[in-house]
């Protein structure tokens, strides 16, 4: 089985930081891409950032410059830093990647997601 556990999350003020984590476990041969989406009651679920697995990138337009996607191949974990955060980035934001298992299957996983409030 293939878990994926973000954590991080929490209540911030305009213009704060936090920075996400979530690390893959269980029985894994290798991890595509991974990334982070979040979803709030207003909006459909949208995609923020994304990390290939050498390490190429891509942001939705509304995070760019202000947001940073990275992973840790050894670790089995993707992060997201996110500074200059505004109150429309409150969302629950969730991980997912493409694990290859070590019994042979290939599938997306999802996280629980995390939630991040941005309020003063």
């Known amino acids: 089985q293939v878990q994926l556990v973000e954590s991080g999350g929490g209540l911030v003020q305009p213009g704060g930081s936090l920075r996400l984590s979530c690390a893959a476990s269980?029985?894994?041969?290798?991890?595509?891409?991974m990334g982070w989406y979040r979803q709030s009651p207003e909006k459909e679920r949208e995609l923020v950032a994304d990390?290939?697995?050498?390490?190429?990138?891509n942001y939705a337009d509304s995070v760019k410059g202000r947001f940073t996607i990275s992973r840790d191949n050894a670790k089995n974990t993707v992060y997201l830093q996110m500074n200059s955060l505004k109150p429309e980035d409150t969302a629950v934001y969730s991980c997912?990647?493409?694990?290859?298992?070590?019994?042979?299957?290939?599938?997306?996983?999802w996280g629980r997601g995390t939630q991040v409030t941005v309020s003063s």
């Open positions: 269980g029985s894994i041969f290798s991890i595509g891409d």
């Open positions: 997912n990647a493409i694990i290859f298992t070590a019994t042979g299957t290939f599938s997306g996983y």
């Open positions: 990390i290939t697995s050498s390490g190429r990138t």
